[in-house]
């Protein structure tokens, strides 16, 4: 029997508890590293040997505070793995590995995953289509984009999550504008242009820098319309074997190969243009996809990244041999909003193919599969429809006021 293996998991975030869960049941010891500010949340404490908590929550956190706790844990255990849970937490693993020695992804390929314009350059760099862009540091040089690249164009916070901080921009005037307006904080933007489109996600596992699994989906609505403008998120896999399905598949395995995601999970964004039908990578992320999409990968495919993805640390932690489970080919779709109801009663929502009801407060969630296509087609449109009429609510995004 294989010695238990001690992990480190960070999350600035309650999320996580099934790849915490199937860590401990691997047989390993689990430390996690959150926010006192998390303390009351249900983590899956019987699952945890032990939780250490710091003050603030993540650019808050005192990096040599947390690598001195981490040091002195290690006097008694040895750390064989540091998890990143959430996109915020990549820096501190990578910080703490490179600091610790401790094998796993270092600080630069992590940039490859947080920093949209690293992302961005390395992607260009491998020949991969990325819609034109511009870092913000020299004036001659966003000057030369916007006289050459036609507008809407996007300013992007760098290390933001999700569509979280994007400013939409329409002429040059307006451009500078904005850029004035960030003043030092410049350094932490890029500019780029806004290519309308169909926006997709890929969710995918990799073992020893391989691809063992990948599904494609689109959003029915992106997560940028929904910051900017509240509304109904929709996500739902596509067609199997389909030309975007096949496409968006070659783009990842080329991108996961560039940036360096040698073992885990990651879930990455394309656009293809409505203007030359071709896709575009926007940005990729080491983690499970939030928004409750890992349950819709889940009713689909029958695989749970969470899961998974702690079962892939073990194997390597422990030079084992990890074996992906049955994948089913099913369809699946989820549908979310804010809701103006803390508890909003979906129970007229009783259609068979309901598999997931979304467990937050002041949100309104459901998640359907079928073997049809056409058919999560329909719920979704019916569903949003009636959310919108009896239960959604907008609220406007915070301002982004600190930077990674």
């Known amino acids: 029997m294989t010695?238990?293996?001690?992990?480190?998991?960070?999350?600035?975030?309650?999320?996580?508890?099934?790849?915490?869960?199937?860590l401990k049941k691997q047989g390993n010891r689990v430390f996690l590293v959150t926010t006192a500010q998390l303390r009351d949340k249900p983590w899956a404490f019987e699952y945890i040997d032990e939780v250490f908590y710091m003050p603030g929550q993540d650019l808050d956190w005192d990096m040599d505070l947390l690598l001195k706790g981490v040091g002195g844990l290690m006097k008694d255990h040895?750390?064989?793995?540091?998890?990143?849970?959430?996109?915020?937490?990549?820096?501190?693993?990578?910080?703490?590995?490179?600091?610790?020695?401790?094998?796993?992804?270092?600080?630069?390929?992590?940039?490859?995953?947080?920093?949209?314009?690293?992302?961005?350059?390395?992607?260009?760099?491998?020949?991969?289509?990325?819609?034109?862009?511009?870092?913000?540091?020299?004036?001659?040089?966003?000057?030369?984009?916007?006289?050459?690249?036609?507008?809407?164009?996007?300013?992007?916070?760098?290390?933001?999550?999700?569509?979280?901080?994007?400013?939409?921009?329409?002429?040059?005037?307006?451009?500078?504008?904005?850029?004035?307006?960030?003043?030092?904080?410049?350094?932490?933007?890029?500019?780029?242009?806004?290519?309308p489109g169909d926006v997709?996600?890929?969710?995918?596992?990799?073992?020893?820098?391989?691809?063992?699994?990948?599904t494609v989906s689109r959003y029915l609505a992106?997560?940028?319309?929904?910051?900017?403008?509240?509304?109904?998120?929709?996500?739902?896999?596509?067609?199997?074997?389909?030309?975007?399905?096949?496409?968006?598949?070659?783009?990842?395995?080329?991108?996961?190969?560039?940036?360096?995601?040698?073992?885990?999970?990651?879930?990455?964004?394309?656009?293809?243009?409505?203007?030359d039908g071709q896709i575009y990578f926007l940005e990729t992320?080491?983690?499970?996809?939030?928004?409750?999409?890992a349950e819709m990968v889940e009713a689909a495919t029958g695989v749970n990244l969470w899961e998974e993805w702690a079962k892939i640390e073990d194997a390597v932690v422990k030079h084992e041999k990890y074996k992906l489970p049955k994948v089913t080919k099913n369809y699946a779709g989820i549908v979310l909003t804010l809701s103006k109801y803390e508890h909003p009663d979906l129970s007229g929502f009783d259609d068979p193919e309901v598999c997931f009801r979304v467990p937050l407060d002041y949100h309104a969630g459901l998640i359907v599969k079928s073997p049809k296509q056409d058919r999560v087609m329909q719920l979704l449109d019916n569903y949003a429809e009636r959310f919108a009429t009896d239960l959604s609510t907008s609220a406007d995004a915070p301002e982004v006021k600190k930077f990674h």
């Open 200 to 214: 997709y996600h890929a969710d995918g596992l990799q073992l020893d820098g391989k691809t063992l699994f990948l």
């Open 222 to 275: 992106t997560p940028m319309e929904i910051s900017q403008g509240g509304g109904i998120f929709r996500s739902a896999n596509i067609k199997y074997g389909s030309e975007e399905d096949k496409a968006i598949k070659k783009v990842n395995e080329e991108i996961m190969k560039a940036f360096g995601l040698k073992n885990g999970t990651s879930h990455t964004e394309f656009i293809k243009s409505r203007e």
């Open 3 to 22: 010695t238990p293996k001690t992990f480190l998991c960070i999350s600035n975030y309650f999320k996580g508890n099934a790849f915490l869960i199937a």
């Open 285 to 293: 992320a080491s983690r499970v996809g939030g928004a409750h999409l």
């Open 78 to 195: 040895k750390i064989e793995a540091i998890v990143a849970l959430d996109d915020y937490d990549v820096e501190k693993a990578a910080f703490l590995r490179e600091n610790l020695r401790i094998q796993g992804m270092g600080q630069t390929t992590g940039r490859y995953f947080r920093d949209k314009l690293a992302m961005r350059m390395r992607a260009k760099d491998a020949g991969i289509r990325v819609p034109p862009f511009s870092p913000l540091f020299n004036n001659e040089e966003i000057n030369q984009f916007a006289d050459t690249v036609d507008a809407p164009w996007v300013l992007k916070p760098r290390s933001e999550a999700s569509a979280h901080g994007i400013i939409k921009v329409h002429n040059k005037e307006d451009l500078w504008k904005h850029i004035n307006e960030l003043g030092e904080n410049r350094v932490y933007y890029l500019v780029e242009q806004f290519k």
